[in-house]
């Protein structure tokens, strides 16, 4: 049966990139079609543990992802059926105050990265720095130092696989080291593995709102650290200007996580996976998945509205398959497995929401896009639970039921702790065609360069509809949003396009927060989300943002104002004047112009490609042919030529760097006149200066770009993504 599933351009690029297995020489083993059928499979094997036929269940399972109505998390795409069989994406590790705990947490961590996983710690147990060390009468080093040491087994652990490492290092606010951990990321370069979160307690909140003092904590002793207190305010004014200047730390409210805490008998949550919506206790994994809001939608003429039933019976079946998912899941850990199978969380959430407002044709900043979000996510949450127990009579309620608040409640039987999520969806959200996770759209439309030299436009499905329904021209619209100029610029747009389709910088930092607070109200675990700050924003907008954030009740926030990160910063040294010398790479552009050059190296074929835009060279990339050659050598060298060319270095002086460097494969074999890889790309570079014009200048994007393609990345959902090869921080 062939299956015509709706993927765009986008989608086949991420899913090829990142998803469907290969052959070690590159070639696909399976298809979009294939990859869908391979997870349903998996899953619905489950079945007949349960004394049922696994096929219809097959069948359903597929046709609720191949539809691109849900996706479950990454993990469960790239991993179902194989050797690795490890399908969750978030993890909690304990850290307790011990070098075998400390260093037995960097093993745990780097098994979990290996498979796919992320994983969050709570670093709030380790003695501060200069605390006593009985057993060696000496002082302790702090958490902040053994942080470094789990970002470079992150480090090392991501070179090898299809997903970078990620973390979530989170610290209690009275622990006496917090000053050190608020400013932990002040350089950019610092840290890179790790997401940063103060756990923040109602009574450090009482005494930020009554201007006081609050004890500090030693966690060796659970007793104030030398009677040491910090004013309140002056330690929030820090968090608040560290998260102006690059947007970390975050904060998280540990009360009010704890107050939906499902088995508090069973232990204290402190911490939360790498983007912050899935609160865990220590050693416990969850897996996610979320449903495409812009297909639970009915037209009836030229009316759009919520299709409830649809999104009721969605809920239920992915629900169950998620379910599922637990139980065919290999675990890197015995106490992950055990304590995970105990509690049998999951975390349902959506994508697509800003598409389901463009259709209803209702503003993301008003008050009818939070009662929208209000009513999809309260409804969401009865179908979770109404499925949830409907598992239980079948299945059993999960095996903790009895030690759980819904036993204390007297509720019925329910088979999983937690149901609900609103997770960052970056990629899955590509692969699916739609607005990631809760988010506004950040563009209505833009432009996505490919390697053969083709522009792939992409557009807001919602938006897209609305010109047509409209039959407004257009390719003067999209020319005129591609060229980076805004909406409401333009006559040939009718004043309700205007006024509902904004993107995620005409939304203010208020009604993000309202947004995400509304969805939170309904999900068990917590909501991944960014609150996007206009560059010229204060730090009074900031604050004023946290207090709303805890005023709503939400269980965190991660906040990124426009243009506060550029990229990693290259020290040189210091100028005369003390201050240090930043080199910063210019973005790379949307559109560029080049050639590829097929050079054959001593070990296959080579092929070169080497682009300009209006600035001059700004990018250099290889691929191998069939026969071999060293792609791990000539990519970091195309790299690292890219990056220099950026940062305004002479692309002659790249060339007499690299031209002349030897390879024994080349110089062994006398049919080929260039010396190396390096030889090669810098042969390419010197033939472009001397044949080729740059493109004349074209608009680029400012701001943190892509490690992997130099394209901008969008922060959202409490992570960062690209919108061109779906690269995530998070994994």
């Not at 200066?689 to 994007?701: K, T, V, W, Y």
């Not at 992997?708 to 995530?728: A, I, N, P, Q």
Request: aromatic share 6%; net charge negative; with cysteine.
């Amino acid at each position: 049966m062939n299956t015509q599933i709706p993927l765009t351009d986008n989608a086949r690029t991420v899913l090829e990139n990142r998803y469907l297995r290969k052959k070690e020489d590159g070639q696909f083993l399976e298809t979009a079609e294939g990859l869908f059928r391979r997870v349903a499979r998996n899953i619905a094997s489950v079945e007949s543990k349960h004394g049922n036929d696994p096929s219809p269940w097959e069948e359903a399972f597929f046709e609720l992802m191949a539809s691109l109505e849900f996706l479950p998390n990454s993990p469960t795409l790239m991993n179902a059926e194989t050797d690795m069989q490890q399908l969750s994406a978030c993890f909690v590790l304990p850290v307790e105050d011990s070098m075998n705990s400390i260093f037995e947490a960097v093993k745990h961590t780097a098994l979990i990265h290996k498979s796919g996983g992320g994983t969050g710690f709570s670093f709030s147990r380790l003695r501060p720095k200069n605390d006593m060390v009985s057993t060696t009468q000496g002082v302790s080093s702090g958490p902040i130092s053994f942080m470094s040491v789990f970002n470079a087994a992150t480090e090392t652990v991501k070179q090898g696989g299809r997903r970078r490492g990620a973390n979530m290092a989170v610290l209690r606010v009275d622990h006496p080291d917090i000053l050190d951990f608020i400013q932990a990321k002040e350089e950019e370069n610092a840290l890179t593995n790790f997401n940063l979160s103060v756990g923040l307690t109602d009574a450090f909140m009482d005494a930020l709102l009554e201007n006081r003092e609050y004890p500090l904590v030693n966690p060796r002793t659970g007793s104030p650290a030398g009677h040491l207190s910090l004013p309140a305010r002056t330690v929030f004014d820090l968090i608040v200007e560290r998260a102006w200047a690059n947007g970390e730390p975050g904060i998280l409210f540990l009360d009010r996580i704890n107050a939906d805490n499902p088995t508090p008998l069973l232990g204290e949550i402190e911490a939360t996976n790498p983007c912050g919506e899935q609160p865990l206790l220590p050693f416990e994994s969850c897996n996610l998945g979320s449903i495409n809001l812009a297909r639970m939608i009915l037209w009836e003429q030229e009316e759009c509205r919520i299709d409830t039933t649809k999104l009721q019976r969605t809920v239920q079946l992915a629900l169950r398959f998620l379910d599922n998912v637990i139980d065919v899941n290999r675990y890197p850990l015995q106490e992950i497995r055990d304590i995970t199978l105990a509690h049998r969380k999951v975390g349902l959430g959506v994508m697509g929401f800003a598409d389901l407002l463009g259709f209803l044709r209702i503003p993301y900043n008003s008050e009818a896009g939070v009662a929208v979000a209000e009513e999809v996510m309260n409804t969401m949450a009865i179908a979770a639970r109404e499925a949830s127990r409907q598992l239980a009579e079948e299945r059993g309620p999960f095996p903790h039921f009895d030690r759980s608040v819904f036993a204390q409640r007297e509720d019925p039987p329910q088979r999983n702790a937690t149901c609900t999520t609103i997770a960052p969806t970056g990629t899955l959200s590509i692969i699916a065609g739609c607005s990631s996770g809760i988010e506004p759209v950040f563009a209505l439309a833009f432009e996505r360069h490919v390697l053969d030299g083709h522009t792939l436009i992409e557009i807001s499905p919602a938006f897209e509809d609305a010109l047509q329904r409209e039959q407004c021209p257009s390719d003067r619209i999209l020319s005129h949003l591609r060229s980076g100029k805004p909406l409401h610029e333009l006559n040939e747009v009718s004043d309700w396009m205007k006024r509902v389709f904004v993107t995620a910088h005409d939304v203010s930092p208020e009604w993000h927060v309202r947004m995400q607070a509304a969805f939170q109200k309904y999900t068990d675990n917590a909501v991944s989300k960014t609150v996007n700050f206009p560059h010229e924003a204060t730090k009074e907008d900031v604050k004023k943002v946290y207090l709303l954030a805890h005023e709503l009740g939400c269980k965190g926030v991660t906040l990124y104002r426009d243009g506060s990160r550029t990229g990693q910063v290259l020290r040189k040294g210091k100028a005369e004047t003390g201050d240090a010398l930043n080199v910063n790479p210019r973005s790379r552009p949307m559109r560029t112009m080049g050639i590829t050059e097929k050079v054959s190296i001593g070990c296959g074929k080579l092929y070169i490609t080497v682009n300009s835009d209006g600035e001059g060279i700004c990018e250099v990339f290889t691929t191998t042919g069939k026969g071999g050659g060293c792609p791990s050598q000539s990519e970091a060298t195309a790299r690292v030529a890219s990056l220099a060319l950026r940062c305004g270095i002479d692309a002659n002086n790249l060339v007499s760097q690299l031209c002349g460097i030897r390879c024994l494969s080349c110089v062994r074999n006398k049919n080929v006149t260039v010396l190396s890889c390096p030889d090669a790309i810098g042969r390419t570079i010197r033939n472009y200066i001397q044949g080729q014009p740059p493109l004349d200048s074209s608009p680029r994007h400012q701001g943190e770009t892509c490690p992997d393609c130099g394209f901008k990345l969008e922060h959202e959902g409490g992570c960062v993504v690209c919108r061109e090869c779906g690269f995530s921080r998070c994994g």
